[in-house]
């Protein structure tokens, strides 16, 4: 399905915005709408037409959207006032790419005195043609959103030997809502995935790990090796996964339905349960002695 786009200006972007949605309806397949004004005789209060495509796009009845004024300034202030809008004021060929990598921005806001009518179709096309990078920016993207009241969050994983990405997942998860339930693999399910000498602590032992952490409200164990009947069975409004997968894959690999939101969590690649094993392993014995 085409992405949807909604315009907004001022008076002193109305020419602009008329030439940028000419540009994609000539150039793509999105949806454009244009919320006005429609003249540039009339003098108009930005921060109107602001309000207006920021709570379409918080809203998500539109995938993004695109402010211009003279400077753009307003424009962006107004927008980020509003909730779930992230709204980038971008001036060049370089940010523009970068804020919705890094920053999973969904509005553009642009400047008609700042930035030439090329400068500002070059700038659109990088805007709409960059996806958001996830990984390692999630967390801190994440810290911008207010957590759903009374939303439930679910991540699940071994929790073997607890370190630091263990208990940077479960903080960051624990931001996403209100309740958050740790889905622990049993001990017969981490033997099928990790092996034989797997895990070190067994089930109880970690599940009690894990509800002395003040971040953890609810632990409960799952046999599966995969998290279907588990999310099934919970019915979060989130998922937080780590690892390199994006959200549409976890979504497509696990038969997530759509009304549940996907977070995928950064894994630190030097901190898991077994590079600590290993770790452990290599010691001469004497250092195994003393510790």
């Not at 400047?111 to 009518?117: E, I, L, P, Q, V």
């Not at 390692?136 to 991540?155: G, I, M």
């Not at 030997?161 to 960051?172: Q, R, W």
């Not at 937080?240 to 969590?265: L, M």
């Amino acid at each position: 399905m085409s992405r949807i786009v909604v315009f907004a200006s001022d008076h002193n972007g109305v020419q602009t915005k008329t030439m940028l949605i000419e540009h994609l309806h000539a150039n793509s397949d999105v949806r454009c709408i244009d919320l006005g004004p429609y003249d540039d005789t009339s003098k108009v209060d930005y921060v109107d037409y602001a309000n207006l495509l920021s709570r379409i796009v918080g809203s998500e009845q539109a995938d993004c959207g695109v402010l211009i004024c003279g400077t753009g300034v307003g424009m962006s202030i107004a927008a980020n006032r509003h909730e779930n809008v992230r709204a980038a004021l971008v001036h060049n060929t370089m940010t523009a790419p970068k804020c919705r990598d890094h920053n999973n921005s969904n509005v553009l806001c642009l400047g008609n005195w700042t930035t030439t009518d090329e400068e500002n179709l070059e700038i659109l096309d990088l805007w709409m043609n960059t996806s958001f990078g996830e990984g390692r920016h999630v967390k801190r993207v994440e810290k911008l959103s207010k957590a759903r009241k009374n939303s439930v969050v679910l991540a699940n994983g071994v929790f073997d030997i607890l370190h630091t990405g263990h208990i940077e997942l479960i903080k960051f998860s624990k931001n996403l809502g209100d309740y958050l339930v740790i889905a622990l693999n049993s001990d017969e399910s981490v033997r099928q995935l990790k092996g034989p000498t797997r895990p070190i602590n067994n089930q109880q032992d970690r599940k009690k790990m894990l509800l002395s952490i003040s971040e953890v409200d609810e632990v409960v164990i799952f046999d599966e090796i995969d998290t279907k009947k588990i999310i099934a069975s919970v019915n979060p409004d989130t998922v937080v996964k780590g690892g390199e997968w994006t959200a549409s894959e976890v979504r497509t690999r696990d038969e997530i339905p759509n009304e549940i939101d996907i977070k995928i969590f950064d894994l630190v690649s030097d901190r898991s349960t077994t590079d600590t094993i290993k770790k452990i392993h290599s010691m001469p014995h004497w250092q195994k002695d003393e510790r």
